[in-house]
């Protein structure tokens, strides 16, 4: 087991979940950290990014002013925090190591009233 995402869960619109990402046997510190998310039928698409520091990140317009990406490297984790969830937010999310292409398991996250 290297990546282990949790947090997902069913939520209402406009209601907030907070992913991690735990990094187990692998590097993480040294390390460019993603979120993807994939929708049913539609492609994986990359939400969010966050440089080794975490003093660079990047967010997918859709989820910018929602979304926050952030580390913690003494604790090997990367977060996505999610604000005002909407409907188009339900996918399953994953993180990602992009060197050595490292991927966790994915979790769901249903946004529905």
């Known amino acids: 087991v290297q990546l282990v995402e949790s947090g997902g869960g069913l939520v209402q619109p406009g209601e907030s979940l907070r992913l991690s990402c735990a990094a187990f046997?692998?590097?993480?510190?040294?390390?460019?950290m993603r979120w993807y998310r994939q929708a049913p039928g539609k492609e994986r698409e990359l939400v969010a990014t966050?440089?080794?520091?975490?003093?660079?990140?990047y967010l997918l317009d859709s989820v910018k002013g929602r979304f926050i990406i952030s580390r913690d490297n003494a604790k090997n984790t990367v977060f996505l925090q999610m604000n005002n969830l909407k409907p188009e937010d339900t996918a399953v999310y994953y993180c990602?190591?992009?060197?050595?292409?490292?991927w966790g398991q994915g979790t769901q996250v249903t946004v529905s009233s």
């Open positions: 990602q190591r992009l060197v050595g292409d490292y």
């Open positions: 966050i440089s080794r520091t975490g003093d660079t990140t």
């Open positions: 046997g692998i590097s993480f510190s040294g390390y460019y």
